[in-house]
């Protein structure tokens, strides 16, 4: 039996180990460790690699949407819509920036928002949308410019697509969790905008409010990406697209047996595979008989937002498509590190 492992982040640690001990030793014998040239020049890169005029370095993922939602004057008493699939941490963050987290449906297919459930559940109280850019595929852009035209501000999490063809004019969160397609080793977080006011700002927020050292103007909070995880993260930024290229081999590879949630993509920037995802109406008997040849899956995500605990509503509403999804969905293994005999063993599971 060929084991294999869902992700084993010990190998991209092995494979661009001699690059990282050099960033490591680098940071080290500056004896600089928060926001410095560490971090403006990953900004500067990653900012140029994903195609935005801006990127602000922060902690993690979640305070990355935090903040573009405090930068934004998004806070009590104002209500922000997101989809019922994706992980919690996207609700989370609107929770922390004192708003309310509002759930909308997804469409059948792609599990991407669906604009018509997002003007369903909006109200008075709506000021901002959160179309998330699921497993790696964008928000398709007939999409988001009806999202646009809605009049709420839209910001995208884009924790699952570094690397995809996205535009920039409205602010995206990523995370840098070691788990991401551009994933650290440990945690980080960037915002990337077009918008250089917007940019200024968060800058200040993510350093407690403070334009100069020691004056506060703004009521930040501390979401410092450090020196280290900058520096690891420029080495890896560079082997992003090959590692991107290798996931859609893979991908494609599987598609042949077994497609993705959603069509497969025209182009490769539509879709950067951070997962591959399919759907079965007996998901956990096929999970059962993957993990009896070795074979490790993971689901993303189980319980649908509006169903957990945290999030208390109406009796008998319901979003069908994404419940429905959330009882089907599969995530096998995929990722740039996975070997060409893992793979086989993988199509053949799914063949049999």
């Known amino acids: 039996m060929h084991r294999v492992p869902f992700l084993d982040l010990s190998r991209k640690a092995a494979r661009h180990r001699e690059e990282i001990d050099a960033a490591i030793a680098r940071v ?14 990953f900004e ?15 902690a993690n993922g979640t305070e990355a949407i935090e903040l573009i939602l405090r930068a934004r004057g998004i806070g009590g008493g104002s209500e922000v819509i997101l989809p019922a699939v994706t992980s919690p941490f996207t609700a989370l963050a609107v929770l922390a920036a004192g708003a309310t987290a509002v759930v909308a449906d997804v469409d059948p297919e792609t599990l991407l928002i669906d604009p018509e459930s997002v003007a ?25 410019d009806i999202l646009d035209a ?28 070691p788990t991401k397609n551009l994933g650290g080793f440990g945690d980080g977080g960037a915002v990337l905008t077009d918008d250089e006011k917007l940019a200024l700002r968060l800058r200040r927020l993510r350093n407690g409010g403070q334009g100069q050292y020691a004056v506060v103007t703004d009521e930040g909070i501390n979401s410092r990406l450090d020196e280290m995880q900058a520096a690891i993260l420029r080495v890896l930024l560079k082997h992003l697209p090959e590692d991107n290229a290798r996931r859609r081999a893979i ?47 993971a689901l993303h995500y189980p319980i649908p937002m509006h169903r957990q605990p945290l999030f208390r509503v109406e009796a008998g509403f319901t979003l069908p498509c994404a419940e429905r999804a ?16 893992e793979v086989t063993a993988v199509c053949e599971c799914l063949r049999g």
């Not at 369903?120 to 988001?144: C, E, K, N």
């Not at 959330?326 to 005999?341: G, W």
């Open 28 to 41: 080290l014998d500056r004896g600089r460790f928060i926001l410095g040239p560490e971090v403006e020049a």
């Open 44 to 58: 500067t890169e990653v900012a140029a690699a994903f195609g935005a005029r801006f990127a602000v370095g922060v």
């Open 120 to 144: 369903q559940a909006r109200d008075g109280r709506t000021r901002a949308v959160i179309p998330v850019h699921l497993y790696g595929r964008v928000t398709p852009r007939d999409t988001m």
């Open 150 to 177: 809605s009049g709420l501000m839209v910001i995208q999490d884009a924790a699952h697509a570094h690397g995809a063809q996205m535009r920039f004019d409205h602010p995206a969160a990523f995370s840098f969790y």
């Open 251 to 297: 991908a494609g590879r599987y598609a042949e047996i077994r497609p993705p949630v959603g069509e497969w993509p025209e182009t490769p920037g539509e879709h950067v595979f951070h997962l591959y995802v399919i759907r079965d109406s007996h998901r956990d008997a096929l999970r059962e008989r993957l993990l009896a040849a070795g074979i490790e899956t």
């Open 326 to 341: 959330c009882e089907e969905i599969l995530s096998l293994p995929l990722n740039a590190e996975m070997t060409d005999a």
